[in-house]
């Protein structure tokens, strides 16, 4: 599949470098488990890597701790480390494997140690109060807003990619 251009204000997701870069970005965003918010922040360090949309991770004091679980199990990234998961419960809500983190990234990735990367496919991600569309695919977690293009690595036939 061709790269989509971007036009003004847009970026490229081919155009973000592998291994990834951190970005950090003040734009306040959000994370719903039905009408509760279970995270919030303006303090987001975006995961930026060719053919991903950006990875959102909120600073752990941005994240409400009442309404999470850690879970078993963990996943290993070639360039973070390992990732561990995280499950919420809100009243009698229970939504599986929300979020993962990195405990103890490699040392180009420790600015975002402990913090959470959610998935928009499984609860509800805004930024600046617009909810985000969730990259293809049920394993990857990046967040595609107005102002990201791709295609997008992730949706089935782009593993390969």
Partial sequence: MPRIEPGPGQESVWDYPRPPVLRPDGRRAEVKV??????????????????HPPGWYFPPGDVDPVYLRRE??????????????WSAMVGEVEVQRVAWSYPRPTPDY??????????????????????VEPQGGGFYGGWVT????????????TMGW
């Fill in 72 to 85: 078993p199990g963990s996943s290993s990234c070639e360039w973070k480390g390992d990732a561990t998961y």
């Fill in 146 to 157: 107005p102002e990201v293009v791709g295609p997008f690595k992730g949706a089935p036939g």
């Fill in 110 to 131: 420790v600015a975002i140690a402990g913090y959470l990367s959610f998935y928009p496919q499984r609860v509800e991600c805004l930024v600046e109060g617009r909810r």
């Fill in 34 to 51: 039905g009408r509760v918010t279970i995270a919030a922040t303006r303090e987001a360090i975006l995961v930026l890597e060719t053919s």
